[in-house]
């Protein structure tokens, strides 16, 4: 049960700049790469999603930046609805989620409303090496009209849950606060989620729009 039901209960108790900040950089994608449990909430979630976005798609994180005590800054997918990060999903045509799980296994949990660029994500990691399987679990299907990856344009995105095993991979200490050093599998996730985007983008002939104006909150 998270401490927190809504952004609006943890604004009144938690302290921007010094509990948790917000980072948002636009770009001219029709696609948006959200981390809204980043920081010391979902480690590593943050870092990957900065990657998949790079400078080519729309990035958003909410990042818990306490010493201690960052999982009470969690607010479940459906409720998410900080307004900078609900911003992000409603003006992206397609949301790409990234969370961390707890699972020790080596795994990527794929849910989201989005059938098609789902499977090309199952598709493309396990061709690379990667496991990962659509979600039946309840609580990682992400198939939710009101989960912040299906608030996009479409009604239709995808949510990437990474297990704590694949993550504790991807980078040299998942807990380390600073200084962590991303690992040779780390830019192989990263650049296998970037493909799986361009070819769907190809397909529907998504082209990115030729003035991404780039900014940064922070």
């Not at 952004?7 to 994608?29: P, T, V």
Request: aromatic share 8%.
């Amino acid at each position: 049960m998270d401490k927190y039901a809504y952004f609006a209960e943890l604004e009144q108790n938690e302290k921007e700049g010094e509990d948790y900040s917000i980072l948002y950089r636009k770009a001219g994608s029709k696609f948006a790469i959200m981390a809204p449990h980043g920081g010391g909430i979902e480690p590593g979630a943050l870092d990957i999603a900065d990657a998949i976005a790079g400078i080519e798609h729309t990035f958003y994180a909410f990042k818990g930046i306490k010493i201690t005590g960052n999982k009470i800054l969690h607010i479940n997918s459906n409720r998410y609805d900080e307004p900078i990060g609900l911003s992000t999903s409603k003006n992206a045509l397609i949301v790409i989620s990234i969370h961390g799980c707890r699972d020790k296994n080596e795994i990527v949990f794929i849910g989201g409303k989005n059938q098609e660029l789902k499977q090309i994500i199952v598709d493309a990691l396990k061709i690379t090496g990667f496991k990962a399987v659509i979600s039946e679990v309840p609580s990682l299907r992400g198939i939710s009209p009101e989960n912040i990856c299906n608030k996009c344009k479409s009604g239709k995105g995808v949510q990437l849950e990474i297990s704590r095993g694949l993550r504790e991979n991807l980078f040299d200490n998942l807990d380390r606060r600073s200084l962590r050093k991303k690992t040779e599998d780390f830019y192989k996730f990263v650049n296998t989620i970037k493909e799986a985007i361009l070819f769907f983008n190809a397909k529907h002939n998504l082209s990115n729009a030729a003035d991404s104006v780039p900014s940064l909150r922070q």
